[in-house]
């Protein structure tokens, strides 16, 4: 069976979308797919002026779906958690 897996991202501004609460949409889109949801990967205080693969957490999921080691569906919530347009 597949998993899931989460990423969330807290901005310094943006503290009415708490972690907690991405998490838990989470684990909600999860369990609508019939997916367990595996690790979610946390980035908190980081705009998302920064392009994903230079942040921490973001770099280690994008690295780990490259190499396929964390399954090949990716569930994604609110798309702004990743990425402002025009950044890459």
Do not use: F, W
Not at 4 to 19: E, F, M
Not at 27 to 44: F, N, R, T
Not at 50 to 70: H, M, N, V
């Amino acid at each position: 069976m597949g998993r899931l897996y989460g990423y969330v991202r807290v901005s310094a501004n943006d503290q009415d979308n708490s972690v907690l609460n991405q998490i838990a949409r989470s684990q909600e889109l999860a369990a609508k797919e019939g997916l367990p949801l595996g690790h979610v990967y946390v980035d908190e205080d980081v705009t998302a002026r920064i392009p994903l693969k230079d942040r921490a957490q973001g770099g280690t999921l994008l690295e780990r779906t490259r190499s396929r080691r964390c399954g090949q569906r990716q569930l994604c919530g609110p798309c702004l958690r990743i990425s402002r347009p025009g950044v890459r």
